[in-house]
């Protein structure tokens, strides 16, 4: 039954029903009731978590989530109970990630990744330049610097630059104080003219698909 599979999603978020209605505008005690599901019911559910699979709410068939992360569930947006903000996003060009980030909403909230409270927001990786450290597929966990003219060559860093988003070491040029190198274990390392940068945020979380 479909109310038996709500309840099923509501056991594995961890919530209660009392916050399962508050989060969908379901009437309290909707759940409790012998009766079956309204349309309306159905539809509330499936607007607010948008990452279950209607065919599995329907019929029972298929995965709970229309994306499986695993042990990592991307919850619907509520900080009252929830952790670090997940932005599915590609990053336009020219854009840092604090801009975008504030003229838009979070995807989700990661919950329950040893370690991921100390990062700012939660990013998805693509590209291997970074294995076995980073793998494609990963979540990198990143924090916002102060200063950015003093890096630590041994940390990992999201940079942003007037036409990439990357995540690589960084290597200081010796004859030019004007250049950075950026440095991958998978890439060929290559410079970057500093005016070029529009934003660099520290690497504090990686969480590689298992």
């Known amino acids: 039954m479909i109310k038996a599979r709500v309840l099923k999603h509501i056991d594995r978020l961890g919530i209660s ?81 604090t801009e975008v980030i504030g003229q838009s909403k979070p995807d989700g909230y990661i919950k329950g990744l040893p370690g991921a409270d100390i990062a700012e927001n939660i990013l998805p990786v693509s590209g291997a330049s970074m294995e076995p450290e980073v793998s494609n597929g990963a979540l990198i966990g990143v924090r ?6 003093s890096l630590n060559t041994e940390r990992i860093y999201l940079i942003i630059t007037k036409e990439d988003r990357m995540i690589k070491r960084i290597e200081y040029d010796n004859t030019n104080e004007d250049l950075l190198w950026c440095v991958s274990p998978n890439y060929p390392k290559f410079k970057i003219f500093k005016t070029d940068i529009v934003e660099i945020q520290r690497v504090c979380f990686v969480y590689n698909p298992k």
């Open 144 to 149: 916002r610097i102060n200063n950015w003219e």
């Open 17 to 97: 029903k009392n916050k399962f209605y508050n989060l969908t505008g379901i009437p309290n005690g909707t759940l409790d009731k012998k009766t079956g599901v309204s349309e309306m019911f159905i539809e509330k559910y499936l607007s607010a978590f948008e990452d279950v699979n209607p065919t599995w709410l329907l019929t029972g068939e298929g995965e709970m989530f229309i994306k499986d992360e695993k042990d990592t569930i991307v919850l619907p947006n509520d900080e009252t109970f929830l952790s670090v903000p997940f932005w599915n996003l590609q990053v336009s060009a020219g854009h840092s990630v």
